[in-house]
Structure formats: C-alpha cells, structure tokens
C-alpha cells in the first residue's frame, strides 16, 4: 500500500484548507455585492415622494383614493427604507378638488378658485419642497374594460429615456404579482385627455409629470387596473400589499444602478 509520509500529509492538508479558504472568500464576496446592490440606494439617501390618487369620485362604492393610497403606504413599509415621502390633499379643506378632479383638466389643476388652490397644486408644492430625486403618481384607470396596468412618462423632456425605463420596470413588476396584463408605457402626450398642456411642448399632458410644474428629474405615473374590471383585485388588501411591495422592490433595484 502506498503510504503519504508526513510532508506530504501537510501539502495535501494545505490544500484543503487553501481550497476551503477560497470558497468562503468567495462566498463572502458574493454576499457582500448583493447586500451592496441592495443597501446603496439606501446608503446613498434617493429622495422619493409618492403621490396617490386623491379621488374619491371614480367609482360607485370604490374609492381611487382609499386603494392607491393602501398600495403606496405598503411600498412605503416594504425595505430598503428610503428617504420617502408622501404628498395628499384629501380631507384638506383650504383646496379646492382636494378629493376629486382629473390630472389633465386646467381647472382641477393651475385653476384659482375662491382664492384656494388646488389639491394637485398643493400636492406638487409639497413634493418640490422635498427636492426628490424621484416622484411616483399613482392612479386606477376607468373605462378602459381591461384588467391591465399601464405607464405614464412626460413627452419631451431631458430624462424622457430614464423615466420610460423606470416606468416599464415598475409596471412589470406589478403584472408579475397580479393577473392585470402589462400594457406598456405611453407619454402623456397621446391620451388626448381634456385640455392641460404642458407649456414647453404646446401638447396635452398630465399635470403631474410635467417638468414645468415638478422639479424631480425621474417622473412616472402608474394607472392600476381599472376601476370596475379589476375591482377585486383593487380591492384585496393582499393584493395591494404586493403590489406595493414590488413596487418598492423594483424601484430599489433601479435606484442601485444610478450609482454611475
């Protein structure tokens, strides 16, 4: 029988210990970049506010503005914690349509009423006092008869491509833990909807996403189902949770890769 005298009983134990050494670096290595990717937008201290609807008057026993803040407030809970902030005018009494209105309507929107302003006005104040870094709408659809989500950038201004990019991840991830079907994204321009326009393009646009009016440079709404179609969906708190959740989480993924 060939016998291994003790020099080379200590090589091969060296070698064991070597090879076990090299895996742990390794393994450590791999945690430490995924816990890395994971904490930088944390560490990195992105400003985020997040506007839900305010609407109240969307649906017959369905409120726009109970479910899209219930999604929001799950993002908010979900980890990486951010530097987040929620703006809201419902329930504010020195607005006007602080619980109702339409995005793309002049006077729900830059209108002076009474002396008040509105509650889109008052919600896009408070958001650039925060400086964000990124700003979330979201919103249901109606009429649409589709069980679906949708995503909305501004036409036309400088980080058109980011926020297209940004918009398409979040939708996605939304589509990946719910039955509604990923409808892309669209610019605000081409809904045609009412008669807000955005003053550096002369189009149609949404209130909140023009970079006249918001000051974060990565704008997005969310339109989330549809009001009557994906009632049950809209209306399960468990849904609304993992929507917020992967919301949250996709959201975070992004952030980390804004490093360069």
Known sequence: MWKINPSS???FDMLITTKKSALLILALTFITTQSFKHDY????K??????????????KEFSEAVTCNAI?????ETKPKLKEHKVWS?????????????????????????GKISGYAYELQQSNK?????????HNNGGTKRNAVWGYIHYGDKYEAENRELAARLIKAIASVTTLENRGVLLDSTT????????????????????????????????????AVSREIL??????????????????????????
């Open 9 to 11: 009983q200590n090589y």
């Open 235 to 260: 209306l399960d708190p468990v849904s609304r949770k993992k929507m917020g959740e992967a919301i949250k989480l996709e959201l975070a993924a992004w952030l980390s890769e804004r490093k360069n």
């Open 192 to 227: 045609g909807r009412n008669d807000y326009r955005c003053k550096s393009t002369g189009k149609r646009g949404f209130y909140s996403l023009d970079e006249n009016i918001n000051t974060a440079p990565y704008r997005v709404l969310l339109e989330i189902g549809d009001n």
């Open 41 to 44: 937008a944390k560490r990195k």
């Open 90 to 114: 419902l329930g504010k009494n020195n607005l006007h349509h602080a619980d109702s209105g339409s995005n793309t309507v002049v006077a729900h929107t830059t209108a002076i009423i009474d």
């Open 72 to 76: 929001v407030e799950a993002a908010m």
């Open 46 to 59: 992105f400003i985020v506010v997040w506007q839900p609807s305010h609407q109240t008057d969307t649906g």
């Open 130 to 138: 925060k400086k964000p870094d990124v700003f979330i709408s979201v």
